[in-house]
């Protein structure tokens, strides 16, 4: 199974990210009989986008394969093109990366079915 964790620094030491698009990086963690395998970190280049940077990096995780992601917050046109990918997401901001595969595999986390608001990119809100 191919985990992506939404991060700022990458690995499995780091903070999963509160948002999802606009992440600096996402450790890729491989997942074999329960244990982890392997830990690639990917920087996100997507994230420096005006606007689409959440469906750019969706498609980016899909074609690398990706079967769940891990975050904090996914605004609704990156859930809807993981969702379309059969990528499922789930709720971990705030945890370690390792914590938050360890509860993952656990099934500890929550599943976010309903997206949040976007919070950058040009269709950001005023507060």
Do not use: C, W
Request: proline share 2%.
């Amino acid at each position: 199974m191919r985990i992506a964790v939404s991060t700022t620094n990458g690995g499995l030491e780091d903070k999963v990210s509160e948002v999802f698009g606009r992440a600096v990086s996402f450790t890729i963690v491989d997942v074999e009989n329960g244990e982890i395998k392997n830990v690639e970190v990917v920087r996100n280049d997507y994230a420096v986008r005006g606007g689409g940077a959440g469906i750019a990096v969706s498609q980016f995780l899909a074609d690398k394969g990706v079967e769940v992601v891990l975050t904090g917050n996914v605004g609704p046109n990156a859930l809807s093109v993981l969702n379309s990918a059969g990528i499922k997401v789930y709720r971990a901001g705030g945890m370690k990366v390792r914590e938050a595969v360890e509860k993952f595999l656990k099934g500890e986390l929550e599943q976010i079915l309903v997206p949040g608001d976007p919070k950058f990119g040009r269709h950001r809100r005023s507060v």
